[in-house]
């Protein structure tokens, strides 16, 4: 096994595992409500990577976009991911209508810990559903595109943790496009001779970088 192979099987057993404890919330919530705490831990873990590596934490951290990878991704059709998803108006308007949403059905349900944790529960079924839906129609992470933790973790960390990408190097053999779950082209930013890929929406995942053959892509 080249150090490539080894690299995506060892991060496929972390999104297994992490798919796991995904679906075992997501079922295990509806009996025991303050699971549901598990969306707004998440949020914050979210943010706070953000400041210092973009949307790492959307990489293999987050348990639904593991989730989507691992299980969902055999059955995707694995089109490209329609631009209108990583628009900034579909992404403010997600955003603002879920935290208001959150708001409103918080004040409703206080100081109940348990009403609160059901309706976390049913936020996160309903829409782990829209991105199911989603992910068979084109990509499994068409959510990912707009979901309001990655939107957060896009605006803080845009400019965190850059992918850098050798022009000399790269022959756009396109691999690394390939390989990238959210579709991103690096080879689509060569201007200088060290070119930043100023993509906020890059995970940090690193497939592209082990699957670059020329080592021209580099964080």
């Known amino acids: 096994m080249n150090p ?3 690299f995506v099987r060892r991060r496929f057993i972390r999104q297994v595992l992490m798919a796991i404890v995904f679906t075992a919330i997501l079922i295990a919530g509806w009996y025991y409500p303050l699971l549901g705490y598990f969306i707004p831990l998440c949020m914050l873990s979210g943010m706070g990577i953000a400041f ?3 949307r790492k934490w959307c990489d293999w951290y987050c348990p639904r976009g593991s989730f989507f990878d691992s299980v969902i991704k055999p059955v995707s059709p694995a089109k490209e991911i329609p631009a209108f998803f990583k628009k900034s108006p579909l992404r403010i308007a997600m955003f603002s209508f879920l935290m208001l949403m959150m708001t409103v059905q918080i004040i409703k349900r206080w100081p109940d810990p348990y009403k609160i944790g059901i309706f976390f529960i049913i936020l996160l079924t309903a829409t782990t559903i829209l991105g199911v839906f989603l992910a068979l129609i084109f990509h499994q992470r068409t959510w990912c595109c707009f979901c309001p ?3 957060m973790g896009y605006w803080i960390g845009r400019n965190k943790y850059p992918l850098k990408i050798d022009s000399k190097l790269c022959t756009e053999c ?3 496009y390939k390989v990238c779950p959210i579709r991103i082209a690096p ?3 060569k201007k200088a001779e060290v070119a930043v890929v100023k993509d906020g929406d890059c995970l940090k995942c690193r497939l592209c970088v082990e699957a670059c053959p020329q080592k021209a892509l580099r964080f």
């Open 4 to 6: 490539c192979e080894n």
């Open 52 to 54: 210092f590596k973009g």
């Open 149 to 151: 933790i990655g939107s």
């Open 174 to 176: 396109q691999l690394c």
């Open 187 to 189: 080879f689509a930013f």
